[in-house]
C-alpha cells in the first residue's frame, strides 16, 4: 500500500501561479506519479504524469507549456509548478500513482483506471 500527500493548493488570482506537491510512502514500487484535476459537474481529467525510475514527462496538450511537472526522487516527491493560471483550472488536485507493472503508454496517456493509489486532495481556486 502507498500512501500519497498533496499539499500547496489554495487561492490565486487569474495569471498567478501555485506550486503543488506530492508525497508518497514509498516509491519502490511505483512506475509513475502523476496529477489529475476535478472541477465540479466534471469528470476528473489527467494532467501529467512523470516516470519514477528515468523521470520521463507527459502532458495533457491544455496545460503544455504552463504546468510543469518534476521530482525529487530522495524525498519521495512530485511537484506540479503551475504558472499563468486562468479561472478553468479551479478544481481538486490529486496525485496518483502507477505501479511499475503499468505499461507506459497506460502512463503516458493518463488514463485514471491505470493509477492504483491516489491522494485525498488539494482545492485550487483561481479567483480575482
Known amino acids: 500500500q502507498v500512501h500519497l500527500a498533496e499539499s500547496g493548493g489554495g487561492l490565486v488570482q487569474p495569471g498567478g501561479s501555485l506550486r503543488l506537491s506530492c508525497a508518497a510512502s514509498s516509491t519502490s514500487a511505483l512506475g509513475a506519479i502523476g496529477w489529475f484535476r476535478q472541477a465540479p459537474g466534471k469528470e476528473r481529467e489527467g494532467l501529467s504524469s512523470i516516470t519514477v525510475r528515468d523521470g520521463k514527462t507527459f502532458y495533457k496538450d491544455s496545460v503544455k507549456g504552463r504546468f510543469t511537472i518534476s521530482r525529487d526522487n530522495a524525498k519521495n516527491t512530485v511537484f506540479l509548478q503551475m504558472n499563468n493560471l486562468k479561472p478553468e483550472d479551479t478544481a481538486i488536485y490529486y496525485c496518483?500513482?502507477?505501479?511499475?507493472?503499468?505499461?507506459?503508454?497506460?502512463?503516458?496517456?493518463?488514463?485514471?483506471?491505470?493509477?492504483?493509489?491516489w491522494g485525498q486532495g488539494t482545492q485550487v481556486t483561481v479567483s480575482s
Open positions: 496518483a500513482a502507477a505501479t511499475d507493472a503499468t505499461p507506459l503508454v497506460h502512463i503516458a496517456n493518463l488514463r485514471t483506471r491505470s493509477y492504483d493509489y
